[in-house]
């Protein structure tokens, strides 16, 4: 039986007729250049591939790899819970780690005007889309928050003015493996402020650019593919 | 996972707790026995997060049980009482070390634990039971953990 209309299935998520979008399927990645350092991509495949020691990784709880240096037991049953590491000067990272609500705003503007019959007319001129992530905690781990509190305590607003790619993933859109996205290019996340109480509280801005490419993510996490569509 | 038993595995290397008997829930009462006791804890409470991850409260009681003695304080005298909530305080005070360390309960590949710690900076004189005999006091120290549920994180 193939999917019904508005029936998404993914990642245990199901989207049936009627069913609210969870938020969680509204996904914002920043994605940006900085030095060389390692990425970890999981093991796809239908099969497990040949066992080669020393080059496959698990995850620990806080987000650590761990070096496994002997075949595991659950090998050709579990292989897709291990890593394989390269190298890149890409980094991405999913927005919202901590945050309890968040918003994209489109901030329309609009101009009205109402003729001699009473037809109120609306033009959208243009939208300046942006989202704010308050709060957005300094945490271990995260590569974003270490680049945006260094810049913006070094006031190196060319850090972070223009140079970010913003995925916007709709994981409510699509099916498993091919989920939709826009990428908005040259977008600007600026932090507006540092501190709060028990911890360290940087509460940033997305502005997007409407420079934007339309395409799918082949999955959810930070070593997916875009596949841009016409 | 089952987090109650990680938290008895956790409480077994208490070098305080693991020179005496260690019971769940239910168990004998006697002189320096321990009894770790789970607490519900309110969903409301539960902070859920954009990504799908949610903040959660594990919260659990450990009793411990003491001969309470009627002997008076006197000067250059141990006092058996006094001595009894000292070997209580000593668990909570590691409790507390080991949050402050960071070494955990292993509630599994999914739950991330923020924090550990203890509710109150001493042990709660919960009640005498002054019709054992010798007569039992019992001591109560309130842990709360707070971890992050990664399972439904829709981001691997």
């Known amino acids: 039986m193939g999917l019904k209309k508005g029936e998404i299935k993914m990642a245990g998520v199901n989207l049936n007729p009627g069913i609210r979008a969870p938020r969680k399927t509204l996904i914002t990645v920043a994605e940006w250049q900085g030095e060389e350092h390692d990425i970890y991509k999981k093991v796809t495949g239908s099969s497990a591939p040949t066992w080669e020691a020393d080059k496959y990784y698990s995850r620990n709880a806080d987000g650590t790899y761990v070096l496994t240096t002997v075949e595991p037991a659950d090998w050709s049953t579990n292989y897709t819970m291990y890593y394989t590491k390269e190298s890149s000067t890409r980094y991405r990272e999913i927005l919202g780690t901590r945050t309890e609500d968040s918003s994209i705003e489109f901030n329309p503007d609009i101009e009205t005007m109402t003729d001699i019959r009473g037809i109120t007319y609306t033009d959208v001129n243009k939208t300046e889309p942006q989202q704010n992530l308050d709060p957005f905690y300094v945490l271990g781990g995260s590569e974003l928050s270490a680049y945006l509190a260094k810049n913006a305590l070094e006031n190196n607003i060319s850090k972070y003015s223009n140079c970010f790619n913003v995925y916007v993933i709709t994981a409510f859109l699509g099916e498993e493996g091919e989920y939709g996205a826009v990428m908005h290019e040259q977008c600007s996340i600026l932090p507006t402020s540092m501190g709060g109480d028990s911890y360290v509280s940087m509460p940033i801005e997305i502005h997007f650019s409407n420079v934007i490419t339309k395409g799918n993510v082949d999955k959810l996490s930070e070593d997916f593919i875009f596949s841009p569509v016409a | ?156």
């Not at chain 2, 707790?17 to 769940?24: D, E, Q």
């Not at chain 2, 949610?54 to 003491?66: Q, R």
């Not at chain 2, 070997?87 to 402050?100: K, L, T």
């Open chain 2, 1 to 156: 996972m089952d987090k109650s038993q990680a938290i008895i595995n956790f409480l077994k290397t208490c070098p305080t707790i693991a020179n005496n008997p260690l019971f769940f829930n239910f168990g004998k009462v006697d002189n320096n026995v321990n009894q770790a006791m789970i607490k519900a804890d309110d969903k409301t409470l539960q902070k859920p997060f954009i990504d799908g991850s949610v903040e959660k409260l594990y919260t659990f009681n450990i009793d411990s049980f003491k001969s309470a003695s009627y002997n008076p304080v006197i000067d250059n005298r141990n006092d058996e009482n006094s001595e009894d909530f000292k070997q209580v305080q000593e668990v909570m005070d590691w409790i507390n070390e080991q949050g402050n360390n960071r070494n955990f309960p292993n509630f599994g590949i999914d739950c991330f634990i923020d924090s550990m710690e203890t509710t109150t900076e001493k042990p709660e004189l919960l009640i005498v039971d002054a019709q054992k005999n010798p007569p039992t006091a019992v001591y109560r120290i309130t842990v709360k953990i707070i971890y992050i549920d990664n399972s439904k994180r829709i981001w691997d």
